[in-house]
């Protein structure tokens, strides 16, 4: 999944706005050529100081820019003293990275600086020397496919006439090798908000201004490509904190996926996977929903019909209004942090920029659609009917074919491959396949080097559990777990202490 998650939720709260600091909106993203020192008293009512810029405030919080980049989120009536003063510049690359170095210990990150961007591998435990190499080579790939996507948004934003502006910091992404160190991370930065952690694959967080993502999600580079675009938009075009509404954020993401790190697609294409999702979901969703609240897009179960209805909206408006599109992209750019729009707003403001009603449009993209995949020949790829599924998660990439045999009652049988996707080093993976009526089956698959692959016996999902949530009779799921083949879990797995299946109570 894709979202963009913060560490707190500005639309649980009261929106109140002390007179007393409207004299910031003046200086709102111009250059950090000065930086107050705010004094604050937190939680604990101990007193804090830091030196920031007040990038903005409302609903009774100011948002405080540090040198970092990354914002401070403190109650206006917290503030007790404010002193004007001349501030350090931002931090440049070397200073990023010495914070990366410190935040994560120099012995489990490794980092590449290039162009506009930092890359860190956050490792799961130090690696051995021979394997140095295959993750400077990793790093080297990822940096290489973030400046590709510098230059393909750069070169979108300009025909659009986006108002862009240089990013003020350097652009960090952080790639995590382990699940549980993700998990861990996701959790700290995103404040538990939004998506539960286990859904998301990648992130990008105004708070922080980094963007995030699982190792495993790297082979085709398109969660990181999705992600990429939320922190190219808000760093060279929107306001962080700003009102931007999801069907925007996400559907201009979501414009550009579709083949990794190509990257030959964007929002003036037609995507085959969203068009094929679209035509499934016609009529079911009322756009008018999206525009009005983004409530859908935080809802583990709604989401998917929520970024699929996104793109719809997105690649429609910009590409058949467009005129009015880019009007709207000025006004989305002008919007403050920490400003709030209600329903009405946001529906007022949609109808004020594009003149037209969002029923109108919800009528006039089922044709609009099925004329330019005509016109650009695009075929959505045709649903698997064999049984077969492919998952990718805790690098491994799981090829299964289950099937149903009659003669023994039409209990479900699977067989397939693992492929060991980490670059890094050999692992022990755990693979379970958990069915609809409370079976499963499960496989131990010790010590895959880099890059290979390994056979999965056929195995009969005979094995009983009780599932938190039933799923439909005759449906299943594959789930994959996996550890360093050097480590303490390796051991234990393969004595025969396994974690057992996922959707178990």
């Known amino acids: 999944m894709k979202i963009q998650p913060s560490s707190f939720d500005c639309k649980t709260l009261i929106p109140k706005v002390l007179a007393g600091f409207l004299l910031f909106i003046a200086f709102l993203w111009s250059p950090l050529t000065f930086a107050d020192t705010y004094t604050y008293v937190d939680e604990d009512g101990k007193r804090t100081t830091i030196e920031a810029q007040s990038i903005g405030n409302g609903q009774g919080f100011d948002a405080l820019e540090r040198r970092d980049g990354q914002l401070q989120i403190v109650p206006s009536s917290a503030i007790v003293e404010r002193v004007p003063g001349e501030g350090p510049e931002p931090f440049d690359r070397t200073q990023m990275t010495e914070m990366l ?22 490792l799961t435990a130090p690696i051995e020397k021979s394997s140095e190499g295959r993750a400077n080579t990793f790093i080297q790939k990822a940096s ?51 998506l539960s952690a286990a859904n998301i694959a990648g992130f990008y967080t105004p708070i ?17 490509l999705h992600e990429a675009i939320h922190q190219q938009m808000y760093n060279r075009v929107l306001q962080r904190l700003a009102p931007v509404p999801k069907w925007f954020d996400e559907g201009i993401a979501t414009g550009f996926e579709g083949d990794g790190e190509r990257i030959t697609i964007s929002p003036a294409k037609v995507n085959p996977r969203y068009a094929a999702q679209a035509q499934a979901l016609s009529g079911r969703v009322n756009w008018k929903t999206v525009v009005e609240n983004d409530g859908a897009f935080t809802a583990d179960v709604l989401a998917g019909d929520a970024y699929t209805l996104a793109w719809c909206m997105h690649w429609l408006l910009a590409n058949h209004h467009e005129d009015e599109y880019d009007k709207y992209v000025e006004e989305l750019a002008s919007r403050k942090p920490l400003e709030t729009l209600d329903s009405k707003e946001r529906l007022e403001r949609f109808r004020d ?18 004329f330019a995949m005509k016109r650009q020949r695009v075929r959505p790829k045709p649903t698997r009917t064999d ?55 499960d496989w131990i698959i010790p010590d895959i080097k880099p890059g290979r692959t390994e056979p999965l016996a056929v195995g009969q999902l005979t094995k009983r559990f009780n599932p938190a949530n039933r799923m439909p009779a005759g449906t299943y799921k594959v789930f994959v777990r996996s550890c360093p083949s050097a480590s303490r879990t390796s051991e234990v797995w393969k004595s025969g202490t396994v974690p057992g299946p996922r959707l178990a109570r």
């Open 101 to 122: 170095n410190e935040r994560f210990g120099e012995d489990l990150i490794r980092i590449q600086e290039q162009g506009s961007f930092i890359i860190g591998l956050v």
């Open 144 to 194: 290489r496919f973030m400046n590709k996507v510098d230059d393909v948004f750069i070169r979108y934003a300009k025909l659009r006439s986006f108002p862009l502006r240089e990013p003020k910091y350097p652009l960090v992404l952080l790639i995590f090798e382990s699940e549980d160190d993700f998990d861990e991370y996701t959790l700290e930065a995103t404040g538990a908000t939004g």
């Open 387 to 441: 049984g077969g599924s492919s998952t990718m998660q805790a690098l491994g990439q799981v090829d299964l074919q289950v099937v149903a045999n009659p003669r023994l009652g039409n209990r479900l049988a699977a067989k397939g491959i693992i492929k060991n996707m980490s670059p890094l080093r050999p692992m022990t993976f755990y693979v379970t396949v958990e069915s609809g009526d409370g079976t499963y089956a």
């Open 208 to 224: 922080t201004n980094w963007l995030a993502v699982r190792m495993s999600s790297c082979d085709s580079f398109e969660v990181p």
């Open 353 to 370: 920029a594009f003149d037209v009603s969002v029923m109108d449009l919800q009528t006039e993209f089922p044709d609009r659609l099925e």
